[in-house]
Each structure stands twice: as structure tokens, then as C-alpha cells.
């Protein structure tokens, strides 16, 4: 049977293509003609403006022109649920919307929705969706527009786990449950709003706390299981679908990595750093919001008790002696360090709040993780940066080196390489792709993947903000 990776994959030879390949030498916007525009912001529209005046590379600014507004451009479709917003954001080229990918879409106009209602109903719209689907299934990772319809998804009609209506996909990954908690925190932080904060909002919020919590095992295998018929080990998961034994410390078991592969070991450290972080900001919205004690109460004691997992769990050490952040563990003993492009990934954990980036022990990480010491990170003549197994090796995933320039922008040398890099290895459509070969920019993955195209724009507005200098050179 083909599956997701196999179907997106096919995008390589598609890729080589000269429909795929086109030259720069005119620079003309491929954004939809407005007619054709999913949602439109004033204020995004202004932000493009504001921004690509600061721009001085031709292809940065058209670069950045495509890409930011991608996500409202392609993939919104809003309507009215209850008399209320509803915004279903899919992820580019899957008609399905991500708990993940559409929580990080929407991200880069977050520091624009105070002035503009549109965005903010945008953002209405998402987080009661959202909070609709985490009720539906707390355990899936994809949903369909339509609540009442099955799965469409080739590579997912003959899983063997509970799917029910509305489900696109039935991956259990800690993070699709951490990503909507950090979208409505921030949309708080950044409106002060607390409109979308309902009855339902909360009891999905709870929903999340008692999956957590179900996948911590401390009784039992919980009620979580998938199998998928494949010729691929990391679409499915081991011992009858409940993933590799592990002993019970605390944290919190992930079927499967934001990358939508299996897990070696089911403890995935990123996910869990995550998880922390986002259950305190849960315990300040929900104090800010509807002052429930209780509900604030319970998450903050669920991350101090994840916490205290991860100090005792969470670290090895490598060939040389160093301490870094293991990728995943078992709880046995066992751990394996190696870094994923998706995020969260240990490279990402300053990016996510999770430490400060002049922590020791992460910096350790991340260098480690950049290097060859993790067998996903490759240096080719185009590019270099990680990757992963989802679509193989010598495949450079652009996602990577924002997320990295994101992290050391205090050295300018390392965001104006890897913008350069960006430039590169657009294989001329003026988009950021999933993965790229690192020889050969013209093979990549995905044409449409909205949430690396948003996380490239709010990249460069970072920029525009914090060493505008270096966007007026030329690369």
C-alpha cells in the first residue's frame, strides 16, 4: 500500500522536472491573483511591504514576497461553526489539517493580530477547531474538514487502531498535542484577547492533561495502539502496535516523532521538553483566562513531574565523555543521539522556549546535533544542515537551518550563511521545500509545504527586527 511518505516522495522526480526547475532571471510573484487568495490580511499585506523595503538581495525579497503569506494565501478556508469562527488550515499538499503543522502555519503573524480583526478571527476560527478536534480523538495527529467523513488518505484506510469520523490520520505524537496549548498561549500574549477561551476550549485542555498522563504508563499499556501494513518499519509500531517496551519514570510515551516516523525508543525527549514548557504556559492562560485553579493546578504539576523525568532521564553522554540531550530513551538505560529536522527536535529547544539558548548543556547539544556525530546531518556542495529518515539520507531539510538561524543569530556569520544557502537551493520556484539534496537542488520534496514556507518569512521579519543590517546586503 502506498503511504504518505512514499506518495510525497514521488515529488522527487517530479521536482526535476523544468516545470519545477525555472530560472529566477524574472522575478514575478507566485502568489494567487487576489481574487484567488484564500484569506487576506490588511496587515500581513503591510508587513510585506513594510519588510521587503529592507530587503536589498532581489531573491530574498521575492523569496520572502511568496512565502510568508503562503499559509493565508493557500491553505484557510474559513466558515461558521455555532455561530462562531471555525478556520480549517490544511497543510499544503495534503488536504488535511495537522494539530502541528497548522498551529506553526499561522504562527509568523502572530505579533499582527492586535491590529487587524481579521487575523484575529483567523485565530478564533483555528483554536476552536483545534479544540474540536483534540475532543474528537486526543490520539490523532490529522483531521478532516468534515467531521463525519472517513479518511480519504490512501496510506491510512487499512490502519489497524480506533479511527473514527473526521480523522485523517491516527499518529500519536506528543507534540500535536503541545503545539495548540503554545498557539493559544501566544495568541493571548500577543492580543490579550480571551474570547476563544471557552467551556470547550478548557475541557480539551483537560483532554490533553489525561492523554498525557495515559501515555506516562504507569499502570498499564493505556488504550493507545496502531499498526500499518507497510514496507517501511517506521510507518508502524512494534509489539502489536504499542511501540518498544519501556519502564515507567514519568515521562511521556510519543508512538511517533513530529516527523510522523516511529520511534526507536518511546520516550522522545524534544516532545517531552515541550510538553513542559507548554503545560506551565497552560497553567498561566487558564489562571488569565477563566481563573481555573484546578485546571492550572494539575498541569503545573504535570510538568514539574515530566521535569523531574527528564533531569534523571533526559541526558548521556557521547564517545567523548560530553553530556548532551539524548533524542530518545527507554527509561532502562538505553538512549540514542541523533537530531530530526521536524520540530521539536533538540536543536529547536531554544527556538521553543524549552532552554535558553546560552545554556551549556544545550549549546553541547546543538553542536553535536550540527555535525557528524548525528548520522541525520549531511554537507553537500548546495547545502548542509539535518534531516532524517522520513525521506532519507543526503537530504538536507531547509527546516533545519531556520530553525538554526533562529538560534545563533547572535554571530551574523550564521544566519547570512544559511539565508544564502535558502537562496540556493530553492531550485528556482521561490519556495522553501521539506527536504532538499544537498548536491542537487532541483530534487526536493514538496512544492507546497506551507508551514516551512511560513517559518522562512517569520524568519527574515526576526531578522527585519533584530540585525536589520544584514538583510540590506547583498548575498
Request: some cysteine; glycine content about 6%; overall charge neutral.
Amino acid at each position: 500500500m502506498i503511504d504518505r511518505r512514499t506518495l510525497l516522495g514521488s515529488g522527487l522526480a517530479l521536482a526535476a522536472t523544468p516545470a519545477f526547475a525555472a530560472t529566477t532571471t524574472d522575478l514575478a510573484s507566485k502568489r494567487p491573483a487576489p481574487a484567488d487568495r484564500r484569506f487576506v490580511s490588511k496587515a500581513v499585506e503591510r508587513e510585506i511591504t513594510r519588510v521587503s523595503k529592507q530587503i536589498a538581495d532581489p531573491k530574498l525579497r521575492w523569496m520572502f514576497g511568496n512565502c510568508f503569506p503562503n499559509t493565508l494565501d493557500t491553505t484557510v478556508k474559513m466558515g461558521v461553526v455555532d455561530g462562531k469562527p471555525d478556520a480549517f488550515v490544511i497543510t499544503g499538499d495534503i488536504d488535511a489539517l495537522w494539530l502541528r503543522d497548522s498551529s506553526a502555519q499561522v504562527r509568523p503573524y502572530l505579533h499582527l493580530a492586535r491590529e487587524d480583526a481579521d487575523l484575529r478571527r483567523l485565530y478564533h476560527g483555528l483554536i476552536a477547531r483545534q479544540a474540536r478536534c483534540i475532543l474528537l480523538d486526543p490520539y490523532a495527529n490529522a483531521f478532516l474538514e468534515d467531521p463525519n467523513a472517513r479518511t480519504k488518505l490512501s496510506w491510512a484506510l487499512a490502519d489497524k487502531t480506533e479511527m473514527k469520523p473526521g480523522v485523517a490520520e491516527r499518529k500519536w505524537e506528543v507534540d500535536s498535542l503541545c503545539y495548540p496549548i503554545r498557539l493559544a498561549h501566544d495568541y493571548w500574549k500577543a492580543t490579550g484577547d480571551t474570547t476563544p477561551f471557552d467551556a470547550q476550549w478548557a475541557e480539551s485542555a483537560r483532554a490533553i492533561l489525561r492523554t498525557f498522563r495515559e501515555q506516562q504508563r504507569k499502570t498499564g499499556a493505556g488504550p493507545y495502539r496502531f499498526l500499518r501494513n507497510s514496507d517501511r518499519p517506521t510507518e508502524t509500531l512494534m509489539l502489536d502496535g504499542y511501540g518498544a517496551p519501556t519502564r515507567p519514570v514519568g515521562l511521556i510515551h510519543s508512538g511517533f516523532r513530529p516527523s510522523d516516523d516511529a520511534c526507536i525508543y518511546p520516550f522522545l525527549i524534544p516532545a517531552n521538553y515541550f510538553a513542559v514548557t507548554v503545560l506551565r504556559e497552560l497553567a498561566i492562560l487558564v489562571m488569565a483566562a477563566r481563573q481555573d485553579t484546578a485546571l492550572a493546578s494539575d498541569a503545573t504539576a504535570l510538568a514539574d513531574e515530566v521535569a523531574a523525568a527528564l533531569r534523571d532521564y533526559g541526558t548521556m553522554r557521547l564517545r567523548d565523555g560530553s553530556e548532551v540531550i539524548a533524542y530518545e530513551v527507554d527509561g532502562f538505560g538505553n538512549a540514542i543521539f541523533m537530531d530530526d529536522a521536524n520540530v521539536p527536535s533538540l536543536s529547536s529547544l531554544a527556538y521553543l522556549r524549552c532552554f535558553d539558548r546560552a545554556d551549556p548543556l544545550w549549546q553541547r547539544t546543538a553542536a553535536a546535533a550540527w555535525s557528524e556525530t548525528n548520522p541525520y546531518w549531511s554537507r553537500g556542495k548546495v547545502i548542509e544542515g539535518i534531516g532524517g529518515p522520513h525521506v532519507g539520507l543526503g537530504q538536507v531539510w531547509p527546516m533545519s537551518l531556520i530553525i538554526r538561524a533562529f538560534s545563533h543569530d547572535d554571530d551574523v556569520r550564521t544566519p547570512r550563511n544559511i539565508l544564502r544557502m535558502l537562496s540556493n537551493s530553492d531550485a528556482g520556484t521561490g519556495f522553501i521545500h521539506e527536504a532538499v539534496d544537498q548536491n542537487d537542488p532541483a530534487k526536493f520534496t514538496r512544492d507546497w509545504f506551507a508551514w516551512a514556507n511560513g517559518l522562512f518569512g517569520e524568519l527574515i521579519v526576526h531578522l527585519a527586527a533584530t540585525q536589520p543590517q544584514l538583510l540590506q546586503e547583498m548575498l
